[in-house]
């Protein structure tokens, strides 16, 4: 429903937010850095150019974050091609300017059913911050294709060989405060590797299984081949999780990076021209 583009002070690049979106993508490309450091400017597509206008020009010196500007592109989706028109009529008859709060209150009224914009932000934070976490049994698929792809697996991939599935029921990985291990053993005539994260995950899980591998065989070149496979997976689940780290973030982290302020210095230059002398 509107772009937020963002230019460092800088000004060598942009970043352009296009709501809705899903969360993972205002979490990624340096988004969370520049936030409170960058000019801000807003553009609207609400298929009605009036109304593009009326909206860029009432927010274009209003303070935000990006909690305001999510729930504000949730509540214009939910506005028919009526509403959306209502609104405009209701921008036109009293134009002062309002706050994003208020232009978010506005566009809720003109939606026939009843609507809370804080309920529905909620609800949508909830669902995109689960859809956002990895269980360990998802994490470890993706670490193994991620060795796989790089071709460093597969001296491993060439001896007899399977998969185990995690002993652990699937959980949701919600934070970084972990450390990666892969512990080799020899059971009987093969060997194992047991591929966990462990750190502080509550009072009883300090461990959380990933999945585990195991070499059909336990002479000492199957034992090079399970150590090398040890330090492959070290490496790259290293390497996954730093390519992706806002999947872990923590709750509260997410939070206070969707409501921290733009700085909006574009806007702060706009109103000092515009005030009078």
Known sequence: MFDI?????????????????????????????????ALV????????????????EQLRTTPADLRQCITFARTLERLGKQGREKLMESLSADPHIRS???????????????FSPSKAYQYWLENEIDQLRFTNEELFEKIVALARESGDLERFDEVDNSMLP????????EH???????????????????YFIQGDFGARDQKILL???????NDLEHCKIAGEACGVLLYYGDEFIQRNRCHFAPR????????????????????QQEAPR
Request: hydrophobic share 35%; aromatic share 8%; charged share 25%.
């Open 211 to 217: 999945g585990a591998m195991k070499i059909f065989g």
């Open 100 to 114: 994003w709060e208020e232009m978010i209150q506005e566009a809720a009224d003109h939606i026939p059913r009843r």
């Open 5 to 37: 583009k963002l230019t460092p002070q800088g000004g060598h690049y942009t970043r352009t937010i296009s709501l809705p979106c899903a969360l993972g993508s205002l979490l990624t490309d340096g988004i969370p850095y520049i936030i409170s450091d």
């Open 41 to 56: 400017e807003y553009s609207f597509d609400t298929g009605i150019e009036k109304l593009d206008t009326a909206l860029k």
């Open 166 to 173: 995690s002993e652990h029921r699937a959980k949701k990985i």
């Open 176 to 194: 970084l405060r972990f450390n990666l291990r892969v512990t080799p053993c020899l059971v009987g005539s093969d060997v194992y590797l047991d």
């Open 252 to 271: 509260n982290e997410i939070e206070a990076i969707l409501s921290r302020p733009f700085s909006g210095p574009k806007m702060e230059r706009e109103v």
